[in-house]
């Protein structure tokens, strides 16, 4: 069956990702399955998008009554899901602002660097090895030159500069708009900032007037043991970014401001046909409902300490350690083994995804619990087994 799919997707769809690695049909908690019934656990969660995992009735109840009362009414008119969304949102950051909703994590950064030319500045900072997501503004923030090179010209005055302390301090001027910047570069390979950053940044942009933008959509949602990334450090951002988890599999993004940065746009300046519509708010309340209701932010700080050791007991001569918080994890391995090591992990029925030659990520569900670290711990290790006997 799944071979038949794949052909057939060849035939019909862009090839911007590549052949896919498995045709899915069926998913429920941390486990899909496959169009040929191969079972596996889902460690990747959709890349951190599902959070509460396949098929969980909270999400399917909210989707079903919402689509059933009032699905899409258009941008002229406003809904209490989408107010009680964007309150809610602004409160789990405790502080005051206004939220415009977008329909996915790259419309949430168009909308940011949109609202950084509001400043009267167009010197934007962002740091190497960034992602940001495809569209042309964020493709622009994005520091990865390999994938911005073809569609130049890209929107102008972004700089990239390594992430550190130093380069901050050598960059953030009067002539700054906006720093731009993931509380862990996810797709560099689940990268944290050196330590102090994110407070360096906070201190810098505010002395000279410049905006702190901080992307949470792979890190938000609760994933890495907070609300936010940019809550470890203490800090409150003149923005934030999110999608991926808040929807949990739903499409949903949304740009959140606090402080001058939420009268930035005026009347007209910026939209969005689906953005912020009653079924995409009703779905990420449900979702972040859940988070709330039941420990799972407490609960990714718990799973991920415990993949971790579990990984680091493996002793295997392949890993050489551990990155990123919370259920945003990057497995660091001596040689370029991670594609290698991701098909291995799948052919034993267990899905992770190598996120750069020598990085194994997962993104897992919020919610999942000691079955599945035992799971997981038991095929990754068949896994580097495998790859380590091949060598
Ligand atoms: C940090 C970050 N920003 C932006 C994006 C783009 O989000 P989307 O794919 O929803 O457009 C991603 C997606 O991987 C991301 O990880």
Redesign the pocket.
Known sequence: MSQQWQERYAGALMNTFGPPKLVLVRGEGAHVWDADGKEYVDLLGG??VNALGHAHPALVAAVTEQLTTLGHVSNFFTSAPQVELAERLLSLVAADGRVFFTN??????EAAFKLTRRTGRTHLVAAEG??????MG?LALTGKPHMREAFEPLPGGVEHIPATVEALEATIDESVAALFV?PI???AGVVELPDGFMEAARELTARHGALLVV?????GAGRTGQWFGFQHAGITPDAI?V??GIGGGF?I?GLVTFGRASSLYSKGQHGSTFGGNPLATAVANAVLDEIETTGLVENATVRGTQIRERVEAMDSPLVTGTRGRGLLLGVALSEPVAMPLAAEAMRAGLIVNAANDSTIRMAPPLNIGDAEVDEFADKFSLALDAVASRR
């Open positions: 890349i951190a996915s994590g790259t419309e949430a950064n960034s992602f940001h997501g495809r569209t964020s993931e570069q996810g797709e992307d949470e959509i792979q890190t970014t999608a991926k499409p993004g």
